[in-house]
């Protein structure tokens, strides 16, 4: 017999618990997803250039940099995948989903309405 005292129900939390709780996780997602895309266009930038002047040590470091860019933006995915989702029900929330105010699966408010 599992735990009871563990799981989290839906009146254990309040609306405005639920609201930050999403902010804070899709902020650290974003953060990292950002992160990842500065990476990469850094190293696509210093690829043009050394394109453009023939030289081949640029190339070589902005293959480095790419790969650290993609390394990132891998673990963004994956950590997106793994904390983005609903405190209450813990279903994960797509950024693609229909209505995005709502929890797909247990319909608790998970934004707040502007």
Do not use: H
């Not at 990292?32 to 394109?51: D, E, H, K, P």
């Not at 995915?77 to 994960?92: E, H, Q």
């Amino acid at each position: 017999m599992p735990d009871e005292s563990k799981q989290i129900t839906r009146i254990d939390l309040q609306p405005e618990e639920i609201i930050r709780s999403v902010k804070t996780r899709f902020r650290a997602c974003n953060y990292l997803f950002n992160t990842g895309a500065i990476w990469l266009g850094v190293g696509a930038i210093l690829n043009l250039l050394s394109a453009i002047s023939n030289d081949r040590s640029y190339f070589e470091f902005a293959f480095v940099i790419m790969m650290i860019g993609t390394a990132i933006f891998t673990a963004a995915f994956a950590l997106t995948l793994a904390i983005y989702r609903c405190p209450v029900c813990d279903t994960y929330l797509s950024r693609f989903r229909k209505d995005k105010l709502r929890c797909p699966s247990c319909n608790a408010q998970v934004k707040e309405s502007k």
